[in-house]
């Protein structure tokens, strides 16, 4: 007997949406911004903000722009947490000594998402790279680390035969790297982060020039990585 799925929650799904616009955004956000981003009315868009905003999940600016709140990111800490907890400190330390931001990705759907992220104390620039940041899993360095960890046949239906190959041949070394695949002029360097029992996820480091070679910042994310697989028992 097949058992019928029950009808989704289109106010539910577009209060979510909401979420990942601000997410993505990289700045605060009008209303008319967000009603023609979902292709809603402004006054549904209103409506729903006002609910979002009474659980802490967005605030608005003295200018009325809408960016999250602060109870997201109560909620994010949540998120494997005990990843998180073994995670920061290593990427606390790559950040300072490479003196670029160092995050950790995780699988999402078809999608890459960054879960914590580190900027270095003392950099003159540094680029940000905010938690909840998501983009396809099929570009960037992160996200094609991660696909190395997830079986072929679920992968996303876009990839190709041409990434196939460049994970695959990537793979074999150990580490990914990517320039202009997310956003123009960054570069970024990954490795995967396998952990029995998870789902796949990775290291990265995102910048715009630096005077290590992507080699050596991916021996470096190797080595954190050991050690938040020794921490979990991966």
């Known amino acids: ?93 790559v950040a300072n000594e490479l003196g670029m931001t160092c995050f950790l990705s995780v699988l999402d759907h078809d999608e890459c998402v960054t879960l914590a992220s580190v900027e270095p104390r003392h950099a003159v620039a540094s680029v940000a790279q905010r938690p909840g940041t998501r983009h396809p899993v099929t570009r960037g360095a992160p996200g094609k680390a991660i696909l190395s960890l997830v079986p072929g046949a679920s992968w996303p239906s876009g990839a190709d035969a041409h990434l196939r190959d460049e994970v695959t041949d990537a793979a074999t070394r150990g580490w ?31 910048y715009l020039a630096s005077p290590h070679a992507p080699a050596e910042i991916a021996a470096r994310l190797a080595r954190s990585a050991g050690v938040i697989r020794a921490a979990l028992g991966g």
């Open 1 to 93: 007997m097949t058992e019928e799925r029950a009808p989704a929650s289109q106010t539910l799904s577009r209060g979510i949406r909401i979420l990942e616009v601000l997410a993505d955004a990289r700045e605060p956000l009008t209303i008319d911004e967000i009603a023609r981003r979902l292709d809603v009315h402004r006054s549904v868009a209103y409506r729903l903000l006002r609910t979002l905003e009474d659980h802490g999940l967005i605030a608005r600016d003295a200018n009325g722009h809408i960016a999250l709140g602060a109870r997201m990111a109560a909620l994010a800490a949540g998120v494997a947490h005990d990843l998180q907890a073994e995670a920061l400190p290593e990427l606390t330390d």
């Open 176 to 206: 990914f790297e990517s320039h202009d695949e997310v956003i123009p002029s960054l570069r970024a360097v990954a490795v995967p982060l396998a952990i029995r029992g998870r789902g796949a996820a990775a290291i990265a480091v995102v």
